[in-house]
């Protein structure tokens, strides 16, 4: 996604620029995204793509302009250095009015629903925790914003949602001054604070030594949830989901799989590292070893689905008689004509209303156990009957184990 600046006029003669990312649908909320001591660099407008991937209109203001603007260092020392040299000098009052005028340009743009977000990181989650103070921002999002302890008499002054997270390990926000913010809160159900273990400061940002996979991904997700529960956009990721199952499944349609999906998807079958990622490989995948193998009688059976803010977690088993290579599934081996039952687990996240990436789990010794080209007799494999108990609890369980009846008999 190629993003745009624009210029946004002060009260007092000047303007500044702001990097912009549209909706692809070209309507939604806006979200104002804050810059780290390290200016809009190639980080934060990766942010504001995603979040316009997401349904956003979203723009991050040069919050340095009055001092260096168009500003852009490392992460490096050397960038470290003078980023918080002009953190220092940046005048925060003015620049929270500068926020304000930018949160009022963004409600103003053609296809903007007038709800706006804040989303600040590091100097830019204390000005998203200030910006949620002084203006009519509808909801705020702290990333490691520091210094915010010294500031807890604003914090009476939020009355709109506010989530904050950290790092655990952030030797710049202790534990001491995350509990006085927490405490500041205390009586504010309208606020969330999570701390993320094994993660230090920058944890969200993958241009840095301290990033953390984990911790960055659970964090959008809750973020991603507030957001949509305050601003929208909300979707039906179930239905999408069905959706894209059905052009799979049940019209059999590669192209019209393919537009349920991001432009540059992923998927993984975990068991046997089949799939594809982007675009043209995982089209090639659907195309010629996905649908075209599903045998005719192949059929799936819901067991349970977990629905979060931007992923889902379906319990699900596939049913199908083996008549021919499902190479996807079980590369190299001949159809058996064996009917088999095989439980499975998807994750599927979604970038706004399009699948991201899928994660698919099966139960491969079951498979193989059930193809009859595993020799499981001294091996504790169940075949079908862990399907069949997939869906009836009360079918008898630990008949694997050799001393089970010797003990229920005692």
Same mark, same amino acid.
């Given at each position: 996604?190629?993003?745009?600046?624009?210029?946004?006029?002060?009260?007092?003669?000047?303007?500044?620029?702001?990097?912009?990312?549209?909706?692809?649908?070209?309507?939604?909320?806006?979200?104002?995204?804050?810059?780290?001591?390290?200016?809009?660099?190639?980080?934060?407008?990766?942010?504001?793509?995603?979040?316009?991937?997401?349904?956003?209109?979203?723009?991050?203001?040069?919050?340095?302009?009055?001092?260096?603007?168009?500003?852009?260092?490392?992460?490096?020392?050397?960038?470290?250095?003078?980023?918080?040299?002009?953190?220092?000098?940046?005048?925060?009052?003015?620049?929270?009015?500068?926020?304000?005028?930018?949160?009022?340009?963004?409600?103003?743009?053609?296809?903007?629903? #007038?709800?706006?977000?804040? /989303?600040?990181?590091?100097?830019?989650?204390?000005? !998203?925790?200030?910006? &949620? *103070? $002084?203006?009519?921002?509808?909801?705020?999002?702290?990333?490691?914003?520091?210094?915010?302890?010294?500031?807890?008499?604003?914090?009476?002054?939020?009355?709109?949602?506010?989530?904050?997270?950290?790092?655990?390990?952030?030797?710049?926000?202790?534990?001491?001054?995350?509990?006085?913010?927490?405490?500041?809160?205390?009586?504010?159900?309208?606020?969330?604070?999570?701390?993320?273990?094994?993660?230090?400061?920058?944890?969200?940002?993958?241009?840095?030594?301290?990033?953390?996979?984990?911790?960055?991904?659970?964090?959008?997700?809750?973020?991603?949830?507030?957001?949509?529960?305050?601003? #929208?956009?909300?979707?039906? /990721?179930?239905?999408?989901?069905?959706?894209?199952? !059905?052009?799979?499944? &049940? *019209? $059999?349609?590669?192209?019209?799989?393919?537009?349920?999906?991001?432009?540059?998807?992923?998927?993984?079958?975990?068991?046997?590292?089949?799939?594809?990622?982007?675009?043209?490989?995982?089209?090639?995948?659907?195309?010629?070893?996905?649908?075209?193998?599903?045998?005719?009688?192949?059929?799936?059976?819901?067991?349970?689905?977990?629905?979060?803010?931007?992923?889902?977690?379906?319990?699900?088993?596939?049913?199908?008689?083996?008549?021919?290579?499902?190479?996807?599934?079980?590369?190299?081996?001949?159809?058996?004509?064996?009917?088999?039952?095989?439980?499975?687990?998807?994750?599927?996240?979604?970038?706004?209303?399009?699948?991201?990436?899928?994660?698919?789990?099966?139960?491969?010794?079951?498979?193989?156990?059930?193809?009859?080209?595993?020799?499981?007799?001294?091996?504790?494999?169940?075949?079908?009957?862990?399907?069949?108990?997939?869906?009836?609890?009360?079918?008898?369980?630990?008949?694997?184990?050799?001393?089970?009846?010797?003990?229920?008999?005692?």
């Amino acid at each position: 996604m190629a993003g745009q600046r624009i210029s946004i006029p002060t009260d007092d003669g000047g303007s500044f620029q702001c990097y912009t990312a549209r909706p692809d649908s070209g309507s939604g909320p806006g979200i104002i995204v804050l810059q780290e001591i390290f200016g809009v660099n190639n980080h934060i407008r990766a942010v504001c793509d995603t979040y316009a991937q997401e349904g956003y209109f979203a723009i991050a203001p040069d919050v340095f302009w009055r001092i260096q603007p168009g500003l852009e260092l490392e992460y490096d020392e050397n960038g470290i250095e003078q980023g918080a040299q002009l953190a220092s000098r940046c005048d925060i009052d003015l620049t929270i009015k500068d926020i304000a005028l930018a949160i009022r340009s963004l409600r103003s743009m053609p296809g903007s629903t #007038g709800k706006v977000g804040v /989303l600040g990181f590091c100097f830019g989650g204390l000005l !998203a925790y200030l910006t &949620a *103070a $002084r203006t009519d921002v509808d909801v705020a999002i702290v990333y490691y914003g520091g210094r915010i302890d010294e500031r807890l008499a604003e914090a009476d002054s939020i009355r709109r949602p506010i989530m904050l997270h950290w790092g655990a390990e952030d030797a710049g926000i202790p534990p001491r001054a995350r509990e006085a913010i927490r405490m500041a809160f205390a009586c504010n159900d309208r606020a969330e604070t999570y701390v993320y273990a094994d993660s230090g400061h920058g944890f969200n940002c993958d241009r840095r030594p301290s990033f953390h996979r984990f911790s960055a991904r659970l964090a959008h997700s809750r973020t991603l949830g507030l957001l949509h529960w305050t601003i #929208g956009p909300r979707y039906d /990721l179930s239905e999408l989901w069905d959706q894209h199952t !059905a052009c799979e499944f &049940a *019209a $059999r349609d590669v192209d019209a799989t393919m537009r349920t999906m991001v432009p540059e998807p992923y998927v993984n079958h975990v068991p046997t590292l089949t799939g594809g990622v982007g675009y043209k490989e995982l089209r090639h995948f659907y195309k010629n070893h996905f649908i075209p193998r599903l045998p005719p009688d192949t059929k799936i059976v819901p067991v349970t689905r977990t629905i979060g803010s931007d992923r889902i977690v379906d319990e699900f088993i596939l049913c199908f008689t083996h008549d021919r290579e499902v190479d996807f599934m079980a590369p190299g081996i001949p159809a058996t004509g064996k009917y088999v039952e095989v439980p499975h687990v998807a994750v599927v996240e979604f970038r706004g209303s399009k699948i991201a990436h899928e994660h698919i789990h099966w139960d491969h010794a079951s498979l193989l156990k059930q193809l009859g080209v595993l020799n499981a007799e001294a091996l504790p494999i169940a075949g079908i009957e862990g399907a069949k108990k997939l869906l009836d609890e009360k079918l008898p369980a630990n008949l694997l184990m050799p001393q089970w009846d010797a003990e229920k008999r005692k």
